[in-house]
């Protein structure tokens, strides 16, 4: 599987799901709420997660040090805006609020990335190297396919 495209794939059903269930929220029940907004944190952070690995393992130019610092820094405000989430109560009004914070925050992230990262990232790699990435994108795929069965 391409890596980027996964990478890709993933961001939009994250996106997808958050604005989901942001317009479904006020006719979910409290542990509807609960339950769905635990998978999308999950989702999130595994992600994240997938970004930086791609990250670590690409990066290594004296010119991607800003962007990374960048980037850290957006994934900060995402995980900032799921602690938020994760200190709230699902009925309390602050918890929606929260997750309009989080689909905000995630967006911007998909902004910065949109046409920068997997772009220079692809040019950087030989075709070894991203042979390799893909074959990790496929255990990816694989792993969230069945979930922790193995």
């Not at 989702?43 to 670590?56: A, S, W």
């Not at 109560?89 to 902004?111: A, T």
Request: glycine fraction near 2%; charge should be negative; aromatic fraction near 10%.
């Amino acid at each position: 599987m391409d890596i980027f495209l996964f990478l890709e794939t993933e961001q939009q059903r994250i996106e997808q799901q958050l604005d989901e269930f942001i317009s479904s929220y006020t006719q979910m029940t409290n542990p509807k709420r609960f339950e769905r907004a635990s998978l999308i944190v999950d989702e999130i952070r595994r992600h994240l997660e997938h970004q930086k690995t791609l990250v670590l393992r690409i990066s290594n130019d004296e010119k991607d040090t800003k962007f990374l610092l960048e980037s850290l820094k957006r994934r900060e405000d995402i995980i900032d805006a799921i602690d938020f989430l994760l200190m709230s109560h699902v009925d309390d009004v602050d918890y929606q609020d929260g997750l309009r914070r989080l689909l905000d925050r995630f967006n911007e992230h998909l902004k910065h990335y949109k046409n920068k990262l997997f772009c220079a990232f692809r040019k950087q790699l030989s075709p070894q190297e991203l042979g390799n990435l893909n074959s990790q994108a496929t255990d990816w795929m694989l792993g969230s396919s069945f979930g922790s069965r193995f």
